[in-house]
């Protein structure tokens, strides 16, 4: 029964909208990567964080810092950007959002423009190979680096949406949120929203930064990657949460993460549960899950399992992912045929 379970989580249709690339690398990459670069010492328990384990959300990045020492070298990025696309290929994903901030690295003569062209290039080749799933990627903004780079990114991001042909789309908010405040990134975010770039948003990921929250709402972001600490019952508040829900603006949604990342207690007091209560829009995603050790039909699984979701349910969570993804409208209805196409055989 577990098998069947497994495998009706596998071939449901997904999309997956917040993955950060440096996140979701497999450990099999990883030991790749690890065995080419021996003199850096790393253990694979340096680099995931596994079943029953749990870190705080500042040792989850220092994970990073190690895996950024991976993955130095313009031939890293392309090995790891077309082994994560296959490998959510294989998990049944069909449509991918990637983020991922563009990084320097002078010893290695990696340039923050090399670094995205590789994505872009892996992107493609994946394409060409004939790998079953649509990508388009984001280009993210650390948040500790401070304004001026925040908005060197934007214009990057401008470059690359008109140069890609429409693979890169928006841009992501991210890094440790614990650093900088929201208002200074505005101007920046700003810019990108009036140049049609999408914006996906890390809002609310720890508690009491209701202030900061409010105001980058007030742009509004398109999604918002987590929103644990929205609603009043968490120290949010009953005027975030009529905000989000006014301008409609989907949460992505990723329970493990928040497990091991150690912001949400259990898996039964996750937020799905309130915001899919007010039918409002949830993704279901991953967020890293290379490091959380995990793939999207397990996150899928876990929901369906930890709030009692009927198949239906199910299906309807998955299918809603499209309309929330930043594909343009001619992919969306493709993906909407695919997802009727695919319910009729793995039902029949
Ligand atoms: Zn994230």
Redesign the pocket.
Same mark, same amino acid.
């Given at each position: 029964m577990q098998d069947e379970a497994d495998l009706f989580y596998r071939q449901l249709p997904k999309v997956e909208l /917040?993955a /950060?690339l440096n996140?979701s690398i497999s450990s099999a990459t990883m030991q790749r990567l690890v065995a080419q670069k021996p003199h850096l010492h790393i253990q694979h328990s340096m680099t995931a964080i596994n079943r029953g384990q749990r870190r705080t959300l500042d040792e989850c990045f220092q994970v990073f810092e190690v895996i950024h020492q991976l993955t130095d070298r313009v031939e890293d990025i392309f090995t790891v950007t077309t082994d994560v696309i296959k490998e959510f290929a294989s998990d049944g994903v069909k449509y991918l959002e990637l983020?991922s901030t563009p990084r320097e690295e002078k010893s290695t003569g990696l340039t923050k423009r090399k670094y995205v062209e590789t994505v872009l290039e892996a992107i493609k080749h994946c394409k060409q190979e004939g790998v079953d799933v649509e990508v388009r990627f984001l280009v993210a903004i650390d948040r500790r680096h401070g304004p001026e780079v925040a908005m060197e990114t934007v214009k990057m991001a401008e470059d690359f949406s008109v140069s890609s042909d429409g693979v890169v789309v928006g841009l !992501?908010l991210?890094g440790d949120p614990t650093v900088g405040h929201g208002k200074d990134l505005i101007p920046s975010l700003q810019r990108a929203r009036n140049s049609g770039l999408k914006l996906a948003l /890390?809002l609310a990921e720890v508690p009491s930064q209701q202030e900061e929250t409010q105001l980058l709402l007030s742009l509004p972001p398109d999604r918002i990657? /987590?929103g644990t600490f929205l609603h009043p019952e968490v120290g949010g508040s009953q005027e975030l949460v009529d905000t989000v829900m006014k301008k409609c603006i989907p949460l992505?949604l990723?329970m493990t993460?928040n497990i091991k990342g150690q912001t949400v207690s259990s898996y039964d007091k996750h937020h799905f549960l309130y915001w899919n209560n007010l039918g409002h829009p949830c993704v279901l995603c991953t !967020? !890293?899950k290379g490091v959380f050790a995990t793939e999207l039909s397990q996150e899928y699984q876990l929901a369906a399992t930890t709030f009692n979701l009927s198949t239906a349910e199910v299906w309807a969570l998955s299918e809603q992912a499209i309309d929330c993804s930043f594909a343009p409208e001619s992919i969306k209805q493709d993906l909407r045929r695919r997802w009727a196409q695919l319910k009729r055989e793995i039902h029949s």
């Open positions: /917040h /950060h996140g983020r !992501d991210s /890390h990657g /987590h992505e990723c993460s !967020d !890293d």
